[in-house]
């Protein structure tokens, strides 16, 4: 069973900056389309970005484009989320998801929560002041 996991959140001001990582002991992440998705008090869990198995097409909401970039290092099979202009509104528990290219295709960088069937615990972003 691939088990993901994330790296520590933590407490950043507005408009500050915070990166976070994923990675999968004993597992690569090669064949795996990778998503960030994250879950605020009271709503649902949402797609924040995504990025293909193959690196070369990545896939934002709305609300994080500019601001917010998914990568990916095969070398070190990690996967990144780098947060910038970080607003209070970015509060959440964010995840990080994985599922395989050969069910979701090798270009494609998908969004949905059904899309994905491995999922991390989750790691605790708060932007405050």
């Known amino acids: 069973q691939l088990r993901l996991v994330e790296s520590a959140g933590g407490l950043v001001q507005p408009g500050g900056s915070l990166k976070l990582s994923c990675a999968a002991p004993?597992?690569?992440?090669?064949?795996?389309?990778m998503a960030w998705f994250r879950q605020a008090p009271g709503k649902e869990r949402e797609g924040v970005a995504s990025?293909?198995?193959?690196?070369?097409?990545?896939n934002y909401a709305d609300s994080v484009k500019g601001r917010f970039t998914i990568s990916r290092n095969y070398a070190k099979n990690t996967v990144y989320l780098q947060m910038n202009n970080l607003q209070v509104e970015d509060t959440a528990l964010y995840y990080c998801?994985?599922?395989?290219?050969?069910?979701?295709?090798?270009?494609?960088?998908?969004?949905?929560?059904?899309?994905?069937?491995?999922w991390g615990q989750g790691t605790q972003v708060t932007v405050s002041s």
């Open positions: 998801a994985a599922e395989l290219a050969s069910r979701l295709g090798y270009y494609n960088a998908p969004l949905g929560e059904t899309d994905f069937g491995n």
């Open positions: 004993g597992f690569t992440l090669d064949y795996y389309a």
């Open positions: 990025i293909s198995s193959s690196g070369g097409t990545t």
